[in-house]
């Protein structure tokens, strides 16, 4: 059970890790290209607020993979139970960011409103919300099953 344990440990560690790794290449990737298209795009209201989203979303993201990357304890039962709870959490989060980021363009688009700055920062919020699903996605898919942290 020791051997076992100790095997899922240092497996939910390596998949957390590179977990961060991709949302470090997300973050930096989101904060060049909002720098670029906000250079590139300054007088249009729709593209300054969609990369206004990118950098401040992939700022917050860099900053949660360098205190994740510094963290090299490797993670026991109650640990990998509270990262799987929190995966869960994250998951509705990022479903909710794509639906906020949706409700934004539609208003901004659709209503009376009619605001260029409200789809750009409803498509930006919606694609970063997608790519926050897909990867935590993939990171919950990845992570061994509770069950087999307890098989004798």
């Known amino acids: 059970m020791l051997l ?13 890790h590179q977990h961060l790794i991709r949302l470090g290449i997300w973050a930096l990737f989101s904060i060049i290209l909002g720098i670029v298209i906000l250079l590139a795009k300054r007088q249009n209201l729709a593209a300054q607020h969609f990369s206004l989203q990118f950098i401040v979303w992939g700022a917050i993201d860099g900053i949660i993979v360098l205190f994740g990357l510094g963290d090299s304890s490797r993670p026991d ?65 990845q992570l061994p099953n509770i069950s087999d942290w307890i098989k004798p």
Not at 4 to 16: M, P
Not at 80 to 98: S, T
Not at 115 to 130: E, N, R, T
């Open 4 to 16: 076992q344990s100790s095997l899922l440990s240092e497996q939910t560690f390596i998949f957390l």
């Open 77 to 141: 039962l109650v640990a990998a139970i509270k990262l799987r709870e929190f995966l869960w959490l994250n998951e509705g989060l990022d479903i909710g960011y794509v639906a906020v980021g949706i409700t934004l363009i539609i208003i901004g688009r659709w209503s009376k409103v009619n605001s260029a700055s409200l789809v750009g920062a409803g498509l930006g919020v919606a694609i970063q919300g997608f790519l926050l699903l897909l990867l935590d996605g993939v990171l919950l898919w």
